[in-house]
């Protein structure tokens, strides 16, 4: 079972990685475009702008929880270091209780700010509705309490080849 999780987790982080990097990639080409096209061709394009701040909504909520799960989001440990190893410990289950919480807020409200917006149009990208513009949101909250959960359950993954940029690729899960 602790296999599957960890697999399973691997090929979410994996995907939040891809998707985040391939959003942040777009937002470098499209935002020089909608530069060019005023300044150059002399006719602004309408889209650039809503498509950048979608794929920035992407890029940060998966990105987010790839970066919870790979221990490198901002973390202030001068507190809980200098606590004892009990008081420390009673912390990080505190915190990732926290965590958890704060996952299942954006999970719920963001799947009901999607559903109270999908009527809405973007007017500068008519075929795109308002709710799936935030869809990010609740993708994101739960993709980081699914990390959380397993950081409750298996402790901290961040030590594992596929959240290393030197490491080789792994062939199993230890």
Request: some cysteine.
């Amino acid at each position: 079972m602790k296999n599957l999780i960890l697999r399973a987790n691997d090929a979410l982080y994996n995907a939040c990685i891809w998707i985040s990097g391939l959003s942040l990639t777009a937002i470098a080409l499209i935002i020089p475009w909608g530069i060019f096209a005023r300044y150059v061709l002399g006719t602004g394009s309408r889209w650039p702008e809503p498509v950048a701040v979608l794929l920035v909504t992407v890029f940060t909520f998966l990105g987010a929880a790839a970066a919870y799960r790979a221990n490198a989001h901002m973390a202030v440990a001068i507190f809980t270091a200098r606590l004892g190893a009990s008081f420390s410990k009673g912390c990080g289950v505190l915190i990732q209780l926290l965590m958890g919480i704060v996952a299942l807020f954006m999970l719920i409200w963001g799947i009901n700010l999607c559903m109270a917006t999908w009527g809405q149009f973007n007017s500068a990208l008519p075929g795109l509705r308002t709710g799936m513009a935030y869809l990010p949101i609740p993708v994101g909250a739960a993709v980081t309490l699914a990390f959380v959960i397993e950081r409750m359950l298996l402790g901290e993954q961040h030590e594992r080849p596929i959240m290393q940029l030197d490491a080789p690729a792994a062939e199993g899960v230890e």
